[in-house]
Nanobody, 117 residues
């Protein structure tokens, strides 16, 4: 079993920044892909950003240029730097990881991000 724990969410004003962190209980050197998703109540979970073992990055159109995903292999963490936050960015943000030797993806419990003045 792999555990992912997110942190860093909170309340921020429009235009502000937050940095989310996801700590993995397993080394991420042999991960296939890790990413950040977000989900609002009653809506589909959507990909925000992902990073592969080969360091390929992908972003949702709505966050490209404002959000940056990164990883720290020594700490077994990935991060999501979120700048220029908008009210529409308000959601629960979840960390996902899929390892090469496991058939299923693992998910964290999520961290709430609220953007409001």
């Amino acid at each position: 079993q792999v555990h992912l724990v997110e942190s860093g969410g909170g309340l921020v004003q429009p235009g502000g920044s937050l940095r989310l962190s996801c700590a993995a209980s397993r080394r991420i050197f042999d991960v296939y892909v890790m990413g950040w998703y977000r989900q609002a109540p009653g809506k589909e979970r959507e990909l925000v950003a992902s990073i592969t073992s080969g360091s390929s990055l992908a972003y949702a159109d709505s966050v490209r240029g404002r959000f940056t995903i990164s990883r720290d292999g020594a700490e077994n963490r990935i991060y999501l730097q979120m700048n220029s936050l908008k009210p529409d960015d308000k959601d629960v943000y979840l960390c996902m990881g899929r390892w090469l030797d496991r058939p299923n993806a693992y998910w964290g419990q999520g961290t709430q991000v609220t953007v409001s003045s």
